[in-house]
């Protein structure tokens, strides 16, 4: 086995020593350079100045009785310190009483010895102080390194989330080129709402922060089931037939089949999924039961789809689409405000009503370019042009 006196120094503990007598000072340096690093500091301030710089010392040998700051006062600034406060104290002092110990112990030292000192029991002593030390930095440092790892995964799993959610809507959005700043709008709206009913008796206990971000993830997805919809409907530019909007109707149904499908590939169900089958497939439900696809009317249609569709219907009801020209936002304010009891919850429409501005102000940020209403024109060209794919 290597003797700890022919380590190298630079793997030695670094033990600072504090005494305001350069005899005192003499003594314990000589006792300990053979086995530590030694520092030496004559008077309190010094004695905070090394115990702050780096590296730091490893066990602080402290006398209590020194002109200026005392012992006890310097315990008090190492404690006071995030940097240094897991430093070990042992006081080295002469003051002996039961008392002055009490003291000194209550102000977090470690131990407490008291002068003339036995070498053999302060290297001891020291000895358990440093081994007490190396298990503290252990554990906190491997608390530091759990709580990044936590903090790591976190991030990775909500990112995972939103590449998860962003990935299925860009399906929509490729068979449906009026998704693209749609999907932006009705985000925003959404959230707008539930924040704004967050306080609200009937919402509170729903309407959670952490329930509002997945909400505002999971609204992207409310018209994920287009992608079953054949394009001689799904891009047709004009009212549908009977059948073929029966044919459309199945968009909800097909949109919550897409998440479970995803779900059954990963083997189980997915918290932050949850929201969004309830969105894809509830959202075009009507508070007085005429909607779809169960007719489902008041309070069994959840929550997220009822928010879903005052944002649905407003944007669409402004949107500049190549059949048609977007509302005024007064008038589609209108609208809404005739759908109160109706068509969709009394109170969100109160909220909404409370809120247009906020809502004019999203979709005048996430508007349609000319560009965009470009492209979808030549889509629909392609789409009616004979023999076009």
Known sequence: MTDS???????????????????????????????????????????????????????????????????????????????TRHIPVIFLTAMSESEDEQAGLDLGAADYITKPISPPIVLARMRTQLDNKAVGDFLRDQNAYLEAEVSRRTRQLAAIQDVTILAMASLAETRDSDTGNHIRRTQHYVRALAKKLQLHPRFGYFLTDPTIDLLYKSAPLHDIGKVGIPDRILLKPGRFTPDEFEIMKTHTTLGRAAIVAAEKQLGMEVDFLSHAKDIAYYHQEKWDGSGYPEGLSGEGIPISARLMAVADVYDALISRRVYKEGMPHEKAVAIITEGRGSHFDSDMVDAFLELQDEFRAIALCYADTDADMAAKAVQLDRLQTPGAS
């Open 5 to 83: 006196n022919s380590l190298d120094f630079c793997e030695r503990a670094t033990i600072l020593v504090v005494d305001d007598t350069p005899d005192n000072l003499a003594v314990m340096s000589s006792l300990l350079k053979g086995t530590y690093k030694v520092m030496v500091a004559n008077h309190g301030e010094r004695a905070l100045k090394l115990a702050r710089a780096t590296p730091k010392p490893d066990l602080i040998l402290l006398d209590i009785m020194m002109p200026g700051m005392s012992g006890y006062d310097v315990i008090r600034e190492l404690k006071a310190d995030p940097a």
